[in-house]
């Protein structure tokens, strides 16, 4: 599956505006409330229109475990009450499979070596900048948050280090 990238015109000898977003069919596409992925793309999509910048989509559905076990994942949650982290753990992997070396390969490729990244993920902005990116500014992106999501958003915070506005 190829990754992707939609590229909006930017000046590369600026810190330019880059969202890595993980694919999520069920967000992105089923505009499912169980997540915020979906807001957190159609946020990112409408800032790089408006301002330039680069959004990375990496085809790693379900925290890099593929639609078909995060379906599994998503019955073991609702089923048995166990959180995202848990019920990944429970089929047999990692909290997040995920991976960012083609993002970085990617991000390369443009000549991006400044970046105003859009992410709530620490993890991800303490691997872009051992791979020797500056990151100039981290801009916070946030998607609706409701009853279908709080738990969720909550788990990414307390258990994952995220840093997701819930107010």
Same mark, same amino acid.
């Given at each position: 599956?190829p990754?992707l ?9 600026e810190?330019v505006i ?7 069919f069920t ?8 997540c915020?992925?979906?807001d957190?793309f ?7 229109? =408006? &301002?330039g $910048?680069?959004? +990375?989509?990496? %085809?790693?559905e379900?925290? @890099?475990?593929g639609?078909?076990?995060?379906m599994m994942?998503?019955n ?7 959180n ?9 992997f990692e909290?997040?499979e ?8 990617i991000l390369?490729y443009f000549?991006i070596?400044q970046?105003?990244i859009l992410?709530?993920?620490?993890e991800?902005i303490?691997?872009? =900048? &051992?791979? $020797?990116l500056? +990151?100039t500014? %981290?801009?916070p992106?946030? @998607?609706?948050?409701n009853?279908d999501n709080l738990?969720?958003l909550?788990?990414k915070?307390?258990?994952m280090?995220?840093?997701p506005?819930?107010?």
């Amino acid at each position: 599956m190829p990754h992707l990238a939609v590229v909006k015109e930017f000046n590369v000898n600026e810190p330019v505006i880059v969202r890595i977003h993980s694919e999520c069919f069920t967000g992105d596409v089923m505009g499912s409330t169980r997540c915020d992925c979906g807001d957190q793309f159609k946020n990112s999509m409408k800032l790089i229109g =408006e &301002n330039g $910048g680069v959004l +990375i989509y990496l %085809r790693q559905e379900g925290r @890099g475990i593929g639609l078909i076990n995060k379906m599994m994942a998503y019955n073991i949650q609702d089923e048995q009450g166990l959180n995202t982290i848990d019920a990944n753990v429970h089929l047999g992997f990692e909290p997040d499979e995920r991976s960012y070396e083609i993002a970085v390969d990617i991000l390369k490729y443009f000549e991006i070596k400044q970046l105003r990244i859009l992410t709530n993920n620490p993890e991800k902005i303490a691997f872009l =900048e &051992n791979c $020797g990116l500056e +990151i100039t500014e %981290r801009l916070p992106i946030k @998607g609706e948050i409701n009853e279908d999501n709080l738990d969720y958003l909550n788990v990414k915070k307390d258990l994952m280090g995220h840093f997701p506005d819930l107010t």
